[in-house]
């Protein structure tokens, strides 16, 4: 594995994504790992890993998620990535095995615990671990039960004529191009930001919307405001990374809104918006950054469907900045 010295020193000359793409590549390569070979591969993608950009992240994290043997110090270091990232490998990642697991379905935040979920196949100690974890969670705090009671409140009453519809666009409306243009520019405070003006609401909701990591919420804001599916499609991948993963002949974000309700959406969407009035100056801080999904559950029983609440934007979850 000479090669991994050469990728090594190219990472060190500033081309870390390069580095460790191909040194995934590499690995790949190799039908029946030795464990020198393995220590080496582990040793090299752990140092690269930490400082290549979140794209070459998300690669790495599917392509591995791919092979049966991968490192013990590699898997981890994935797991302990940002959702968009470790998504791919905690939902499919074939060399995770059952104490594995286990052990992550109690120690990971609970957004990382519902992709374990989504695996395919789930041992019977996974599934009860799964359920333990599920039951911790399930039980509200008093604000969360009052919150909850709110929203269904908010939901469920019969909505005035006037409700039924968004509003119509404002004096410089944004286009709906700008959605999936700053989505596929990987731009989160942009796409935030033009998703508050479609909606006319505040940042706060846009942010709470993209908080929602399984990308449903997202999902049926977009229906409400009247996409064609597929440019939903394309801005679910792009946000969601791991939603391009394809299932049969369609992709995870496809499925996703296969399961949406354009009615059940608009109801919903228009909800969360009434309740979230837009401010005065309904814009945050435009810093390029890549899209991130949330890791902090929304404080009702239904996470999928739940409206989100009106209030600040969240500050930054410390787990979503880089080790």
Not at 214 to 226: F, K
Request: charged fraction near 25%.
């Amino acid at each position: 594995m000479d090669r991994f010295r050469d990728l090594e020193r190219a990472g060190v000359s500033g081309k870390k994504d390069s580095a460790l793409l191909a040194a995934v590549a590499g690995y790949e390569a190799v039908q029946r790992p030795a464990e020198r070979e393995k220590a080496q591969f582990s040793k090299l993608f752990v140092a690269l890993f930490e400082f290549a950009s979140d794209e070459a992240r998300r690669t790495a994290s599917a392509a591995l998620s791919r092979l049966a043997d991968v490192p013990h110090d590699v898997a981890i270091t994935i797991v302990r990535a940002p959702l968009e990232i470790s998504a791919p490998f905690l939902a499919f990642g074939l060399s995770l095995q059952d104490d594995v697991l286990v052990e992550l379905a109690a120690t990971l935040e609970l957004s990382k615990v519902r992709a374990i979920a989504r695996r395919s196949f789930l041992s019977a100690p996974v599934e009860d671990a799964l359920r333990s974890r599920f039951r911790q969670e399930a039980a509200p705090s008093a604000t969360e039960e009052r919150v909850r009671t709110e929203l269904k409140a908010l939901v469920s009453r019969p909505l005035r004529a006037s409700e039924l519809a968004l509003p119509e666009p404002t004096a410089a409306p944004v286009a709906v191009d700008a959605l999936v243009e700053a989505a596929a520019l990987g731009d989160r405070t942009r796409f935030s930001n033009a998703l508050a003006d479609r909606l006319q609401s505040t940042a706060a909701l846009a942010e709470r919307i993209l908080m929602d990591g399984s990308g449903r919420q997202l999902a049926m804001t977009l229906q409400a405001l009247g996409l064609g599916d597929a440019q939903i499609i394309a801005t679910l991948e792009a946000v969601f990374w791991h939603l391009q993963t394809v299932e049969g002949d369609e992709s995870h974000a496809a499925l996703l809104l296969a399961e949406c309700d354009p009615e059940i959406s608009r109801r919903k969407v228009t909800a969360w918006r009434n309740a979230n009035p837009p401010l005065r100056d309904n814009r945050t801080r435009h810093t390029r950054q890549v899209m991130e999904t949330g890791d902090r559950p929304l404080p009702t029983a239904d996470r999928h469907h739940a409206a989100p609440v009106s209030g600040a934007a969240p500050a930054a979850d410390k787990s979503f900045s880089r080790a």
